[in-house]
Structures are given as structure tokens and as C-alpha cells.
């Protein structure tokens, strides 16, 4: 499996990564809530061990972000013994188990195991997806148009992803800022447009009259209006 640490402590970060990886697993981890977010949201994971004190921003926060952007992502969370409010904080936020600090290295690996095996027959969110003769392998950053390789960054595959999970509606700039970003605020909505110029510059058969990306007047934009 690949799975995304979080965990600010070194020690015991570095003691997670050497365990699972001695497991088989592929293992990537971050020391704060905010990197965490990114990644998560960049990335392609089968699993988040995910601590619940962080620096920058919280566990309970980290879940809810990752469980709006991914849905089926497994999230096994890192509880302080005795802690009853935030277990409960984080089952609520979207967390799919916890496991209570200090765990043993059993414990944790057969934690791992059963989450996985219980959420393995979900469904999952379609990596590739294809739009008005493009074809995005949004796990693999890559678009593909007459046979041409497209990169993608992970920032683009986030605004991909976001637009085209809520193909049904109008996606604002704000929306996008803090779903993608995971920036607070209106101020940088130039950010933003600049991003999907750039994006539609790639993506897009003609730029200047995108298909893919669409702009919606007074809201922001969205996934081809051809979609339902
Ligand atoms: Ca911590």
C-alpha cells in the first residue's frame, strides 16, 4: 500500500516510516497539518495514519479536508491516550479507526490491514477520466490529446479533480482556494485564474473557447457544460 504519514514528533515519525516500510508499504510522511493536507490532496494514497495534535493545522481539520477531497480515502487516526473528546472529534471529522498512542507494532500494522481490507470493496474515485478528446490519468499528473503526452502539476490535477467531482454545479475561486490550495480568503483569487489559464492553455482544443473548463459568470467555473 502507499500511505502518508503525519506526524510532527521525529522519532516517532521515523519509527512509523521504518515499520511500514519494513511491511512492504510505500511510504511518504509530513511533519505538519497543512503539508499534510497538500499531499493528501496532490497524491494518490491508499491510506493516511494521520496524528491528531499538529503544527499549522490540526488533525481533526487535516481529516475533514482530506475526507471532502478524497472520499474514499481511508484515514486511521494517531489518539493521545485517554483522550474520549478527540476520538470522537475525529470519527465525526470522517476518520475511519483510530489507534491510541503508545500503540504497539502489531497493533498498528493489523490496524492498517483491516482498514484497508474493510474499505478495499468501496468504490473508488476514477483516476482517469475523459472530456472532449483529452484523457486525464489524474494519478499519474498526465493528459493525453492526439496521442500527446500533457504534464500536469499536482496543483492542476487538484483543480481537475475539485471541477470535475462537482461536475453538477459552479465551483467559486473561494471554493477552490481552500479546497486546493488550502488557502483561506478571496484575496488570491488571481491565483487562481492564472492556474486554470495555464491549465486550458494544456488541456484545452482552443483555449480562448474552452470546452473542459468552463467559465461560469457571476460563480467562477466548471467542469464542461456538455456534462450533467
Ligand atoms: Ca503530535
Not at 109 to 133: F, K, N, S, T
Not at 201 to 211: A, F, T, V, W, Y
Request: charged letters at 30%; glycine letters at 10%.
Amino acid at each position: 500500500m502507499r500511505i502518508l504519514v503525519v506526524e510532527d514528533e521525529p522519532m516517532l515519525r521515523d519509527g512509523i516510516v521504518d515499520l511500514l516500510t519494513g511491511a512492504g508499504h510505500e511510504v511518504e510522511a509530513v511533519a505538519d497539518g497543512m503539508s499534510a493536507v497538500e499531499k493528501g490532496r496532490a497524491e494518490s494514497f491508499d491510506l493516511v495514519l494521520l496524528d491528531l495534535m499538529l503544527p499549522r493545522l490540526g488533525g481533526i481539520e487535516v481529516c475533514r479536508r482530506l475526507r471532502t477531497a478524497r472520499p474514499g480515502l481511508p484515514i486511521l487516526m494517531l489518539t493521545a491516550r485517554g483522550a474520549e473528546d478527540d476520538k470522537v472529534a475525529g470519527l465525526r471529522a470522517g476518520a475511519d479507526d483510530y489507534v491510541t498512542k503508545p500503540f504497539g507494532v502489531r497493533e498498528l500494522l493489523a490496524r492498517i490491514d483491516a482498514l484497508a481490507r474493510r474499505v478495499a470493496a468501496a468504490p473508488a474515485e476514477p483516476e482517469v477520466i475523459e472530456e472532449d478528446g483529452c484523457r486525464f490519468d489524474l494519478g499519474r499528473c498526465v493528459a493525453t490529446r492526439n496521442g500527446e503526452s500533457i504534464h500536469l502539476t499536482a496543483r492542476e490535477v487538484g483543480v481537475l479533480r475539485w471541477l470535475y467531482r462537482h461536475r453538477n454545479r459552479g465551483v467559486t475561486r473561494a471554493e477552490l482556494l481552500e479546497q486546493v490550495w488550502g488557502t483561506l480568503g478571496t484575496l488570491q483569487t488571481r491565483t487562481v485564474d492564472m492556474t486554470i489559464a495555464k491549465l486550458r492553455q494544456k488541456i484545452e482544443r482552443d483555449p480562448s473557447n474552452p470546452r473542459i473548463i468552463v467559465t461560469v459568470t457571476g460563480v467562477g467555473y466548471a467542469w464542461s457544460e456538455a456534462s450533467d
